[in-house]
């Protein structure tokens, strides 16, 4: 019985020991490799990697540089997760979390403002011609030139200053409906890059946690006694060199009390 500390400690140890786990310190917000669990999510990050890079050229090419200065940020992170996983995948899942919602938050708010403005306004979301009269008043004498002027003889026409007259804004076009649509594009990538984020971070939460539980039970095992096979043992010092032992069988559920007291002697 001499052994049964040791062979209980070794039974603990080995007990629900996870057959994949992630090495100690091993969280979100690490640097090392990636575990496979991990790992596994690295095709997404290039998938992400192609639709931010189509959307910021897209961007760029209307004039929307203010509309893609998100997505830059977005593609920077996911492509630094993508292409160097050994180093960032870990440490970066994080960023790409916390960026991804506050990229999705001013998304919303910039459809908002578009949808609540009154011109263009909602229903001209994807018109490429909206014109619209607006009223001014001439400062100055301002010579216009008629479209049937060759018709009617004359080619221009002097209106006077301080005369009403009605001028045709036009807001829509070829490169408005781009930007909308970049816009929406950009926010449906924008949500799912939060979700794979957050997948991943609750992966490796999961796997970090899995990791440390046997050690926290090798930590709280000597609080309590060793525990094995059904059997419990304790120790009290009894002096130098000396050790007592008690053991008794019964369910591993109801404790027990070590040795306490004087001895008693039996006579026949």
Not at 50 to 66: D, K
Not at 109 to 130: E, H, M, Q, R, W
Request: glycine share 8%; hydrophobic share 45%; charged share 15%.
């Amino acid at each position: 019985q001499a052994d049964q500390p040791t062979n209980s400690l070794n039974h603990l140890a080995n007990a629900s020991r996870p057959d994949k786990m992630l090495p100690l310190g091993m969280g979100p917000g690490t640097m090392g490799p990636p575990p496979p669990e991990i790992l596994r999510y690295k095709n997404f990050l290039y998938l992400l990697v192609v639709g931010y890079t189509a959307v910021v050229v897209t961007a760029l090419s209307v004039g929307a540089a203010n509309s893609a200065l998100n997505y830059v940020f977005m593609l920077v992170a996911a492509a630094s997760m993508a292409a160097r996983a050994d180093q960032c995948m870990m440490s970066c899942i994080m960023v790409l979390l916390m960026l991804g919602i506050i990229s999705v938050f001013f998304d919303f708010v910039n459809i908002i403002s578009i949808l609540a403005s009154p011109y263009p306004g909602a229903k001209n979301f994807f018109s490429t011609d909206c014109p619209k009269p607006v009223p001014a008043i001439l400062r100055a004498n301002t010579t216009i030139y008629l479209k049937d002027g060759l018709v009617n003889g004359t080619a221009a026409y002097i209106v006077p200053a301080r005369t009403k007259v009605d001028i045709e804004e036009r807001a829509c076009n070829a490169a408005w409906v781009v930007r909308n649509v970049i816009i929406l594009i950009g926010t449906l990538l924008d949500i799912v890059a939060s979700r794979l984020a957050f997948r991943m971070f609750k992966t490796s939460m999961e796997l970090s946690q899995e990791a440390q539980g046997p050690l926290q039970q090798l930590m709280a095992a000597p609080q309590g006694g060793f525990q094995g096979d059904n059997r419990r043992s304790t120790w009290d010092g009894a002096g130098p060199g000396q050790t007592q032992m008690q053991q008794a069988p019964g369910p591993r559920s109801q404790g027990f009390q070590p040795f306490q007291g004087s001895g008693q002697t039996l006579s026949a």
